[in-house]
């Protein structure tokens, strides 16, 4: 009885917020049958049920986690995060946070086309360190070009939705990208922002370090 009154079933849910990046609230509210009003017992014993529910719904679905405080619900879901796309032998492939490879028909445009790698273990690398940046950042990326030099064996760039580009290394650039924002807004012009060994910008046609 005292596990029962703890449990209290017979509540109603008052408020319902759902975390996620790609997938709309409704959606999941939708696909759950949950929203404000459902009761506590539509939620608490039926967690692995509710996951399985939503992950066949959407494959894109990895976990999901609730935190029920009182009459209050947070849903948090967990993305399978698309690192990216590659074009091998005239078949496009998808790349996830582990890199690992999945045909698909072509690029969705939500993620950035990799070109200029001849090693998989290189662009698994940049995959991987690719899906740790922020949302904002991951999605202003369109292109990422493998272009070693003889300064750095290392290079790439990363050519971005707002018009600027950026030089990094591969080992580094996951570190330096979360500065990008910040040197952008001091920017008066779109340019080349350098996160090779330092971290300078320059517009284009314009050499000088800002």
């Known amino acids: 009885m005292i596990f029962f009154n703890y449990w209290?079933?017979?509540e109603k849910i008052s408020s319902v917020h759902v975390s996620s990046v790609n997938i709309p609230e409704q959606n999941v509210k939708k696909v759950l049958k949950i929203d404000s009003g459902s009761y506590r017992w539509q939620v608490v014993g039926q967690e692995i049920f509710l996951v399985?529910?939503?992950k066949i719904a959407n494959d894109k679905i990895t976990d999901v986690d609730f935190k029920l405080l009182g009459q209050k619900l947070e849903i948090i879901v967990h993305e399978r995060v698309n690192a990216g796309f590659f074009l091998q032998n005239g078949q496009w492939y998808e790349l996830d946070?582990?890199?690992r490879k999945l045909k698909v028909d072509k690029p969705n445009g939500i993620a950035p086309i990799y070109t200029g790698f001849k090693e998989d273990q290189q662009r698994s690398q940049v995959a991987k360190s690719f899906t740790t940046l922020n949302y904002a950042i991951r999605h202003n990326v369109s292109e990422i070009i493998f272009a070693p030099d003889k300064n750095n064996n290392q290079k790439i760039i990363l050519v971005m939705n707002d018009g600027n580009t950026v030089y990094a290394s591969i080992r580094?650039?996951?570190?330096?990208?979360k500065y990008y924002?910040?040197?952008v807004a001091q920017m008066?012009?779109?340019?080349v922002i350098d996160?090779?060994?330092g971290s300078y910008s320059y517009a284009y046609g314009n050499k000088s370090k800002e």
Request: proline content about 8%.
């Open 8 to 10: 209290r079933p017979w």
């Open 52 to 54: 399985q529910r939503l």
């Open 97 to 99: 946070s582990q890199a």
């Open 172 to 177: 580094s650039f996951a570190d330096k990208m």
């Open 181 to 183: 924002p910040s040197i």
């Open 188 to 191: 008066n012009d779109k340019g």
């Open 195 to 197: 996160l090779q060994y």
